[in-house]
């Protein structure tokens, strides 16, 4: 007998007698880089970063993973994601109003236009295949994005969709955190800073930082903060680049 449902007719996203194994598999499935998440077409500033000669071995990738972490993801994604998160578990799909004034905080927060398109695009990206495999605020949002020029942005989008497939705040922590570091790393690998053990090593050693970020509480969406100006020039100095592999 099938014990399986479409996603579409399951409570939150999972079926409604759903135990901590159907959300591990998807928190694995979602996390996982087979996802087709798009993360992999940006640098996420490495490419400018190299090119000027700012990063070149391993340990200043390590050093560009966690000042992604610690002083960008943990006082703006992470917030952000936790809000969208909390405003489905507290009113469900009312909430997309909520979401949707996150978003343009997003935006208007978001003061380079690589993080901001970026953050677009991979947004974008999830709501499109959460649509495709029957997630019905995936698609009542992605018709909002493309209807109303809604922009979109990833934090945003994680905390909403996850959050209808019933996933917990630190689990949430979790996919985003070590999605990120995997696609830093990733990057790191494809433009020759690093081999694929090195790799290994470096998310292995960034895991005791995103461990104490995730313990810390989100601050409130009226005290976002982001301090990695370095990240933020490598993206402004990417965009005028005539030759690049990534997007930002």
């Not at 996802?35 to 400018?48: D, H, I, V």
């Not at 700012?54 to 200043?60: C, F, L, M, P």
């Not at 560009?64 to 972490?69: D, G, S």
């Not at 943990?74 to 009312?94: I, K, S, Y």
């Amino acid at each position: 007998m099938r014990t399986d449902a479409p996603v579409s007719d399951a409570v939150g996203g999972w079926p409604a007698d759903s135990g901590d194994a159907l959300s591990m598999l998807g928190m694995l499935q979602f996390a996982d880089s087979f996802f087709p998440s798009g993360a992999t077409s940006f640098s996420w500033g490495l490419e400018s970063l190299k090119l000027d000669g700012r990063v070149g071995n391993a340990e200043q990738v390590f050093e560009v993973l966690c000042a992604h972490i610690e002083q960008r993801w943990a006082g703006f994604d992470r917030p952000l994601m936790h809000a969208a998160r909390e405003a489905w578990v507290q009113r469900g799909a009312a909430a997309l109003n909520e979401a949707l004034e996150l978003d343009r905080v997003c935006e208007a927060m978001n003061l380079s236009r690589g993080w901001r398109d970026a953050s677009r695009r991979l947004g974008f990206t999830q709501l499109r295949v959460h649509a495709d495999l029957g997630l019905g605020i995936a698609q009542v949002y992605l018709d909002q994005v493309r209807a109303a020029g809604m922009p979109g942005h990833l934090p945003v989008v994680q905390g909403l969709i996850w959050g209808a497939y019933g996933l917990g705040a630190e689990g949430c922590d979790a996919m985003a955190a070590s999605g990120l570091c995997t696609t830093v790393v990733g990057a790191a690998l494809r433009l020759g800073l690093i081999g694929h053990t090195e790799g290994q090593r470096l998310l292995a050693r960034t895991r005791p930082l995103v461990a104490r970020v995730m313990a810390m509480p989100p601050c409130g969406v009226d005290a976002l903060w982001s301090g990695a100006p370095l990240l933020d020039v490598a993206a402004m100095r990417h965009e005028a680049r005539a030759g690049r592999l990534f997007a930002n």
